[in-house]
């Protein structure tokens, strides 16, 4: 008897407890927050990787030969046109210059005595006191003298501008590099360089567009879909490495004439200003193309979109509050949002908070996003 009373205990208990629960009643509706699709004007775009090259790039190299005297500029600064960067030693050039100018004198001396022997000749020609072949013996004599002197103010020219060519300068507006060639060293013509001289006001940015894309785009254009043409230059926006939303704006100025057989790619270059000399040439970037009109398009957050597969869906809550199952089409995006192409419409409630919480069919407690944020 003893036994039993343990077990009557236990007895009560379960069935004390099994009326409690029977009058809480079911478990409450999970709570979601849903938001509402919106409609904007979107332009769709792709993105390529690109790199930066200077729109002018210059290697100063010596045009004569000698040993290198001074450089009497910075390394990395900016230069204006006809700012002076090298000096080669002059000497042996200006004593050139002196010999050829006396050469000239000696020409000029001569072609002067020859145009005497020749109107002497000439006079004693008429009076028939000279035979014709000795006339036309001075006469060439004459002609040779100043064929001479040309010969001389060539050679003249070409002493200054060995001298001019001493001084080495900034042939355009831009940012100099480093001196590669020490003062002291032995420069030779044409062949030594010098420095580099890039203009690094306006950029260039060279990217490549798949075939598939550069079809599209050259079709969207021959069907008046988009507007590039030599009036109309085609916007492109770029970031660099630490930027976001790709914040510059340039123009694409040139497209190559041939898709490239061995990459299958077709080339483009955007051009970009770049007056605070924040990009450099040679730097990696990310560009952006538009492609096609702008047009009208419903998006929502990427975050309410699910994956099964390769198949897009989304929980959209009817109006019993009761959640729905929706295939999307989904297109680009923008912004953060994801263009909708079908499987949910305008004002439609869709789940983005509390997804695993829910299942096709369950009755929930709907919230809104905004309400959320307050």
Same mark, same amino acid.
């Given at each position: 008897?003893?036994?039993?009373?343990?077990?009557?205990?236990?007895?009560?208990?379960?069935?004390?407890?099994?009326?409690?629960?029977?009058?809480?009643?079911?478990?409450?509706?999970?709570?979601?927050?849903?938001?509402?699709?919106?409609?904007?004007?979107?332009?769709?775009?792709?993105?390529?990787?690109?790199?930066?090259?200077?729109?002018?790039?210059?290697?100063?190299?010596?045009?004569?030969?000698?040993?290198?005297?001074?450089?009497?500029?910075?390394?990395?600064?900016?230069?204006?046109?006809?700012?002076?960067?090298?000096?080669?030693?002059?000497?042996?050039?200006?004593?050139?210059?002196?010999?050829?100018?006396?050469?000239?004198?000696?020409?000029?001396?001569?072609?002067?005595?020859?145009?005497?022997?020749?109107?002497?000749?000439?006079?004693?020609?008429?009076?028939?006191?000279?035979?014709?072949?000795?006339?036309?013996?001075?006469?060439?004599?004459?002609?040779?003298?100043?064929?001479?002197?040309?010969?001389?103010?060539?050679?003249?020219?070409?002493?200054?501008?060995?001298?001019?060519?001493?001084?080495?300068?900034?042939?355009?507006?831009?940012?100099?590099?480093?001196?590669?060639?020490?003062?002291?060293?032995?420069?030779?013509?044409?062949?030594?360089?010098?420095?580099?001289?890039?203009?690094?006001?306006?950029?260039?940015?060279?990217?490549?567009?798949?075939?598939?894309?550069?079809?599209?785009?050259?079709?969207?254009?021959?069907?008046?879909?988009?507007?590039?043409?030599?009036?109309?230059? @085609?916007? *492109?926006?770029?970031?660099?490495?630490?930027?976001?939303?790709?914040? =510059?704006?340039? $123009? &694409?100025?040139? %497209? #190559? +004439?041939?898709?490239?057989?061995?990459?299958?790619?077709?080339?483009?270059?955007?051009?970009?200003?770049?007056?605070?000399?924040?990009?450099?040439?040679?730097?990696?970037?990310?560009?952006?193309?538009?492609?096609?009109?702008?047009?009208?398009? @419903?998006? *929502?957050?990427?975050?309410?979109?699910?994956?099964?597969?390769?198949? =897009?869906?989304? $929980? &959209?809550?009817? %109006? #019993? +509050?009761?959640?729905?199952?929706?295939?999307?089409?989904?297109?680009?995006?923008?912004?953060?949002?994801?263009?909708?192409?079908?499987?949910?419409?305008?004002?439609?409630?869709?789940?983005?908070?509390?997804?695993?919480?829910?299942?096709?069919?369950?009755? *929930?407690?709907?919230?809104?996003?905004?309400?959320?944020?307050?």
């Amino acid at each position: 008897m003893k036994s039993a009373a343990p077990m009557l205990l236990l007895f009560a208990t379960i069935a004390g407890c099994q009326q409690a629960a029977s009058q809480q009643g079911p478990p409450p509706a999970p709570e979601v927050v849903v938001t509402r699709p919106i409609v904007k004007m979107v332009t769709d775009y792709e993105d390529f990787p690109g790199r930066l090259e200077a729109s002018q790039m210059i290697a100063i190299r010596a045009r004569v030969t000698g040993y290198l005297d001074k450089a009497p500029f910075k390394e990395g600064a900016e230069v204006k046109k006809d700012d002076l960067l090298f000096e080669i030693d002059d000497r042996p050039y200006v004593a050139d210059l002196g010999r050829v100018k006396a050469n000239m004198v000696q020409a000029k001396a001569k072609a002067s005595r020859m145009q005497a022997d020749y109107d002497r000749a000439l006079k004693l020609w008429n009076d028939r006191s000279i035979a014709k072949e000795e006339l036309d013996k001075v006469s060439g004599d004459l002609k040779e003298a100043k064929a001479n002197i040309d010969v001389v103010e060539g050679n003249v020219k070409r002493a200054e501008l060995d001298v001019t060519f001493t001084k080495i300068k900034a042939l355009i507006d831009g940012r100099v590099g480093r001196q590669i060639i020490d003062p002291g060293n032995l420069v030779k013509a044409d062949d030594t360089v010098l420095t580099t001289l890039v203009a690094d006001k306006t950029l260039f940015a060279y990217f490549d567009l798949d075939e598939r894309t550069a079809n599209r785009v050259k079709r969207l254009n021959a069907e008046g879909k988009m507007l590039w043409d030599q009036k109309h230059p @085609l916007p *492109v926006f770029m970031e660099l490495a630490d930027e976001k939303n790709f914040p =510059r704006k340039g $123009y &694409v100025d040139f %497209a #190559d +004439n041939r898709i490239d057989a061995d990459t299958g790619t077709w080339r483009l270059r955007g051009v970009f200003d770049n007056p605070k000399r924040v990009l450099s040439p040679g730097s990696f970037v990310r560009i952006r193309l538009p492609i096609g009109a702008e047009y009208e398009a @419903l998006m *929502v957050p990427e975050q309410t979109l699910q994956t099964d597969q390769d198949q =897009r869906f989304a $929980y &959209v809550v009817d %109006a #019993d +509050n009761k959640v729905v199952y929706r295939q999307v089409k989904v297109g680009r995006m923008h912004d953060g949002m994801r263009v909708v192409e079908g499987g949910i419409q305008k004002g439609e409630a869709v789940i983005i908070t509390g997804i695993q919480r829910v299942r096709p069919g369950v009755v *929930v407690r709907v919230k809104e996003e905004k309400e959320k944020k307050d």
